[in-house]
């Protein structure tokens, strides 16, 4: 079938990307507006010169910068692109039309193209500017009464809290027992449109509350297997916690767990801690065989104006320390050494999506300077017969202290049956009258016991044996429970309180100096 020809008239070309469609009863056409029966690309529109209405103002918009340059250019990417338009003067040209009249129309094109542009932008401009300046938040001015966590970044920058609990021997009858360690970096820096009011200093650090802290070593007869014979607790009360300067110091004021920094000048804030205890290898002759319990912490990255106490929290987290594992002991064949192995251990338990914050915020102690509630579960009075006589009477104090009654029990009745001595050792350096008898009387709760009488010259020394419980009630011994000493013929006395660790010392005179040591010896210089 022959195609159709087209007029004589005026060369019409096929518009870019227009498909050429088959015509009813025969020919095609290209798709385009219709005249008569002919189908025709459309003319191009002729637009009388017209005056442009005036481009926007080049104003200084919010960030003080003159961006109109800027914003013009961004109004004629928008803007479509006519460059193929003017070389069309030169494409498709028909043997029967002329080319000086392609020229003229695509000119006149060019002509009302640049006029709408030019129209387009002016309306363009205002309108990006208006946006920009919508979406540039105007400077906030930041002081005590306005701080908020918006001003702030408080993103993480870094997270690590993998691992497991592990086991140290420290060669000596202790196990050290450690937690993996966590470490949170934030970015605690001020946001850009944010600015500090006159006078104002902000600070920035790490804030750590220890809400449960409780540990317990579990020992067997014989190791694992055998029966459960005591049970070493340690306890430790809702304290905050704190960790020692790196350059000295000790540990921070309150409420910081770090020593607080500026963070304009250092944005990043972190948070590094390892938590750990240590439990002997064997209690009589029961060996640790499993650990239980669990060690808690709140946390945040907070700041705060320097001089308030309205702290924001950027950024809150808990975390978990289990510890519970099973231990067990072998003996090297060759060098008869004991080592211990961990298994069943689990790591960190994190959790950033808590509501919780860090509480103990005014403790002057940190949790590393509360002591320890520690005391042995005893479940039995032969089993507490296994203990020392100095492990026996502080264990009665700590055990009554937290609530063990049975413990205390059943430690009071070994200690009746031990029934120990405690030694007073006295020393002469110069005695005023040679003849003179030593008598040492010592006396608690309304019993006393009194030793017999030693004559000591210079540079001499008297050992006096005294049965403790001549002198205490195991069953109402309690923490602060003490033995006054009245030592003749010097007249002077004096006071030592249970139980008796960290003995120092009591002076009677300029020359004369009263201690207790660790083994309840009693010494005395004249």
Known sequence: MEQEKTPNTKSHLSPKNQPLVQRKGGGSFWGGNKQGNSFFAPKPLVVSQQKSEPEADDSVLSNGENQSNQLKSIANDALPNDSNTSNSSNTGNDSNTSNNSNTDNTNNTNNTNNINNNTLQAKLLPVLQRVIQRDTPAVTKLNKDNISAAMFNGTVVSSKKSGDVSLEDSGKNELSIKSPIIEIIVDAGLKPNIELDS????????????????????????????????????????????????????????????????????????????????????????????????????????????????????????????????????????????????????????????TETPTALKDAKVANEVENAQWIVVPTISAAMQLHHKQLISNIIAAKANGDTKTAENCIEALKAKSPNFQVTVYVNEAKNPSDDVIITASSGGKSFTTEKKWLDDDNMGRFSIPLLDVIDPSKMNSGTSINFAIEPIGKSTDWAFPWRSAGTRSFRESGVFALDYDYDVELKL
């Open 199 to 354: 006078g104002v200093s902000i600070e920035a650090g790490p804030i750590q509350t220890m809400t449960v802290s409780d540990r317990t070593g579990i020992y067997r007869h014989g190791g694992k297997g055998g029966e459960i014979m005591f049970q070493q607790r340690i306890v430790k009360p809702l304290s905050r916690d704190a960790a020692k300067n790196t350059d000295g110091g000790g540990y921070p004021a309150p409420p910081w767990y770090y020593r607080p920094q500026n963070p304009i000048a250092q944005a990043q804030v972190k948070l590094h801690d390892e938590p750990w205890f240590a439990l002997p290898k064997r209690i009589g002759n029961a060996v640790l065989t499993e650990i239980k319990g669990t060690s808690e912490f709140v946390s945040s990255i907070a700041v705060r104006v320097v001089g308030t106490e309205n702290l924001v929290h950027l950024y809150k987290f808990k975390w978990s320390v289990p510890w519970d594992m099973e231990i067990e002991s072998k003996i090297d064949i060759n060098t008869l050494d004991e080592y211990f192995t961990a298994s069943g251990s689990k790591g960190i338990i994190f959790n950033d999506k808590t």
